[in-house]
C-alpha cells in the first residue's frame, strides 16, 4: 500500500450504533487531519494530530473521538451520530510545510 | 478569522482552451502558503500546484499556472490546453500556522469535447 489509505470506503449506521475509521498513512509524515465533507459547503477541518498528538479540535461535537496511536494510524470512533453527520469523512497527512496528501475517504451515511 | 472564497460554484472549458478559476482570501498574516486541490470524481484529492506567499513569482506545473496577486489577496488557477481528465472539482486551500487549512467550496469544472 502507498499513500493514504482508509478503510471502509462506505458505512452505513443507525443512529445508536458504535464504529470506527481507519487512516493509515505509508509516507513517513508526522502530521494526520480529519476533515468532513459535505455538499456546498467547504472542507472543514475536525482534527489534527502532530507526532501524536492532538493540536486542533474545531468544536467537533464529543460523539465524534479521534485516537492517534502513532503518527502513522489514526481513527476516529463514531458513537450516537445523527443523520446530519453523513458526509464523506476524508483523511490526509503532511510534512511540515509541505502540502496534504488525501486518503479516498469514508462515506458515511447516518440513518 | 481566515477565509477562502471560490465565486464560481461551476465552470464549463471547451477541451484544448483555457480556462481560470478564481480564488480569493482574507487573511492579515504576511506568510502563509496556497494551494489548488484537484478531486475527480474517484473523489481521491490531489494537489495541483501550491505558491509560497513569499515568493513573487508565479508558480506552473505543465498546463497549469497560477496568478498570485498577494497585495489583492487573489489566487486564480489557469488551466491551459484543457484536457477531459481535467474534469473534477478544484479546491483553493490556505494554510495558516504549521498545520490549519481552510478550503474554499469548490468549482467543478466541466470540460467539453
Known amino acids: 500500500e502507498t499513500g493514504v489509505t482508509q478503510t471502509p470506503r462506505h458505512l452505513v449506521m443507525g443512529m445508536t450504533n458504535k464504529k470506527s475509521l481507519k487512516c493509515e498513512q505509508h509516507l513517513g509524515h508526522n502530521a494526520m487531519y480529519w476533515y468532513k465533507q459535505s455538499a456546498k459547503k467547504p472542507l472543514e477541518l475536525m482534527f489534527v494530530y502532530n507526532f501524536k498528538e492532538q493540536t486542533e479540535n474545531n468544536s467537533v461535537p464529543s460523539r465524534f473521538s479521534p485516537e492517534c496511536p502513532n503518527s502513522s494510524h489514526l481513527f476516529l470512533h463514531l458513537h450516537t451520530l445523527q443523520p446530519e453527520d453523513s458526509a464523506l469523512y476524508l483523511c490526509a497527512s503532511s510534512q511540515a510545510h509541505n502540502e496534504q496528501f488525501f486518503g479516498p475517504g469514508t462515506r458515511l451515511t447516518v440513518l | 478569522a481566515q477565509t477562502v472564497t471560490q465565486s464560481q460554484p461551476e465552470m464549463s472549458v471547451q477541451e484544448a482552451e483555457t480556462v481560470t478559476l478564481s480564488c480569493t482570501y482574507d487573511?492579515?498574516?504576511?506568510?502563509?502558503?496556497l494551494f489548488w486541490y484537484k478531486q475527480p470524481p474517484s473523489r481521491q484529492m490531489i494537489l495541483v500546484i501550491r505558491q509560497e506567499a513569499y515568493k513573487q513569482q508565479n508558480a506552473t506545473e505543465n498546463r497549469f499556472s497560477v496568478n498570485f496577486q498577494k497585495a489583492a489577496k487573489s489566487f486564480s488557477l489557469k488551466i491551459s490546453d484543457s484536457q477531459l481528465g481535467d474534469a473534477a472539482m478544484y479546491f483553493c486551500a490556505y494554510k495558516t500556522g504549521t498545520y490549519k487549512y481552510i478550503f474554499g467550496t469548490g468549482t467543478r469544472l466541466k470540460v467539453l469535447a
Open positions: 487573511t492579515s498574516e504576511s506568510d502563509y502558503y
